[in-house]
């Protein structure tokens, strides 16, 4: 039998967990470098694929080539992508353009994927989508060429900008302290706190893992939200048995949205 738009996940212990998992109406479902479970990250591929399954937020993470590009890319070398040890941006943007960025994942479905810059991925999906930008790397310019790109096409609104580096932050606030930003941390203590409350950060992220009620209402003191980090393959081994645990655990903490690679399976009530 078929179980539509739901499917089924068969647990160690031989327990059928149906799926999506409900989560509130508030609850930001992120699809975490777009679909990338299902497709290489960072493409239109995988943008388009989360956008297919209902899925209106995004997170990417961005660099600046040497010409002053802002292209999509997590790693800071190719290495991943079977293109050895380049630097992203220490390249220009004509040289990565034509780079095949899919047969790592899928030499037979994917290799024509290719990078994609920031500027083609706000043209395509404008406010259709809610992008969480990572600033990645070391160009000076980033935090200004992200923002010229984000004021270009008119999506302040639908815009939180996101680094581990909290000086990036700091960079971008100058620049605009309009915009929301996201604080990616390990885990949320005074420390953290305290530095959170001094940027005036919209949200803190703490990885999936780490997150507690009590860290979600302590956090909740400084921030507007908590939304998590960390439900990728990476992190959890791609087994489907952990991933559901920390989405368990998520929402009984309280937290308010998770970057995920396997957005579908998350679904909001209603």
């Not at 581990?164 to 990616?184: C, K, S």
């Amino acid at each position: 039998f078929t179980l539509s738009p739901c499917h089924l996940l068969f647990s160690r212990k031989g327990v059928f967990t149906v799926l999506p998992i409900p989560v509130p109406s508030h609850f930001r479902i992120i699809a975490h470098r777009g679909a990338s479970a299902y497709v290489p990250e960072n493409t239109l591929a995988a943008f388009q694929l989360a956008y297919d399954m209902g899925v209106t937020e995004i997170e990417t993470d961005v660099q600046l080539t040497t010409d002053g590009v802002v292209v999509l890319c997590h790693d800071r070398t190719l290495a991943r992508y079977g293109h050895g040890e380049q630097v992203v941006e220490a390249m220009a943007w004509g040289d990565l353009a034509t780079l095949d960025m899919g047969s790592w994942f899928s030499p037979y479905l994917h290799h024509d994927k290719r990078m994609l810059t920031l500027d083609a991925l706000l043209a395509t999906f404008g406010d259709r989508l809610t992008y969480h930008l990572e600033l990645k790397g070391h160009a000076p310019q980033l935090a200004a060429a992200t923002h010229q790109l984000i004021i270009t096409y008119r999506l302040h609104s639908n815009c939180l900008i996101t680094s581990f580096d909290d000086n990036w932050l700091a960079t971008m606030q100058q620049i605009d302290p309009t915009l929301r930003l996201g604080w990616l941390v390990t885990t949320i203590d005074e420390q953290v706190i305290a530095r959170a409350k001094a940027l005036r950060v919209y949200q803190l992220c703490p990885r999936a893992d780490q997150v507690t009620a009590d860290m979600v209402a302590q956090a909740r003191t400084v921030v507007t939200e908590v939304r998590a980090w960390g439900l990728q393959s990476e992190r959890v081994a791609s087994q489907a048995r952990d991933v559901q645990a920390l989405i368990h655990n998520l929402l009984a903490a309280g937290c308010d949205g998770v970057a995920i690679n396997w957005p579908d399976w998350v679904r909001r009530k209603g």
